[in-house]
């Protein structure tokens, strides 16, 4: 009786660690293969993008690479299944400086394209990027203070458009830079927060991006808070949540 009971509750064990393995297998499948998620934990893409905003990122956008799997283990080189950004994505890439680091920017130079910015103009094969004042963005200043900076409505060659600020104006650092040549099979990456981004027009921290290091396009926003939210006072998260945010797709 008792080896009986005994063996039933080894195999009711056995069958709870199938069934974690079998759980963990899918994770780690879904997550290479379709979907990972990503929060936003820096300001560099407002205001389309805010700290606190949690995403999905889809893997199959741009196929795979050794990028695409947990710990980017050296299984192979280059990218199968492949489709090329879109100027205008919002991607997922791993830091070139360091292939570990994930960033997240938007694709603003396509390969070969020469792209410069004067006088906080975007300039593409020597074209001034479409750019149209609208209302300002209240946001906070480096010293807590609330502001309205200007935010403007950028519309690239093809047609898409987006959101962006000038946290200072048009006068900052990276406001007025020299030509940059995307290389081949490389991509050039800017924040929408452009006084406020470290992207491919600083070379020495992040540079243009390789298509191997690509991990996916940013899709829809999942779950959003207060980047002043307390993971230690639950009573405020009802009026921390940005509930107008979840679900809204990404553009």
Not at 4 to 17: A, D
């Amino acid at each position: 009786m008792g080896s009986t009971v005994k063996k039933k509750e080894e195999e009711g064990l056995w069958e709870t660690i199938k069934v974690i393995i079998q759980a963990l297998l899918i994770a780690v499948v879904v997550r290479t293969v379709l979907f990972q998620p990503f929060n936003i934990p820096s300001g560099s893409l407002i205001p389309t993008l805010l700290i606190g905003d949690y995403l999905f990122v889809s893997k199959y956008a741009y196929g795979y690479s050794k990028h695409s799997i947990p710990f980017s283990p050296p299984v192979f080189s280059g990218r199968i299944f492949g489709s090329e950004p879109k100027r205008g994505d919002i991607a997922v890439f791993k830091l070139p400086k360091d292939n570990s680091t994930d960033y997240i920017k938007r694709v603003v130079g396509l390969p070969g394209d020469r792209i410069q910015v004067l006088g906080g103009v975007l300039h593409i094969n020597g074209q001034p990027v479409q750019r149209e004042r609208v209302e300002d963005y209240q946001t906070v200043d480096d010293f807590g203070r609330q502001t309205a900076v200007p935010r403007y409505k950028e519309t690239f060659p093809d047609g898409s458009s987006h959101f962006v600020i000038e946290l200072k104006g048009d006068r900052a650092y990276w406001d007025n830079t020299d030509v940059y040549t995307v290389k081949p099979n490389h991509y050039f990456m800017m924040g929408d927060n452009r006084d406020n981004s470290t992207d491919s027009r600083d070379e020495a921290s992040v540079g243009q991006v390789p298509a191997e290091n690509l991990v996916g396009r940013a899709e829809i926003i999942f779950f959003s808070i207060d980047e002043n939210a307390s993971l230690w006072r639950p009573w405020e998260w009802p009026q921390l949540i940005r509930w107008n945010r979840i679900f809204e797709r990404i553009k």
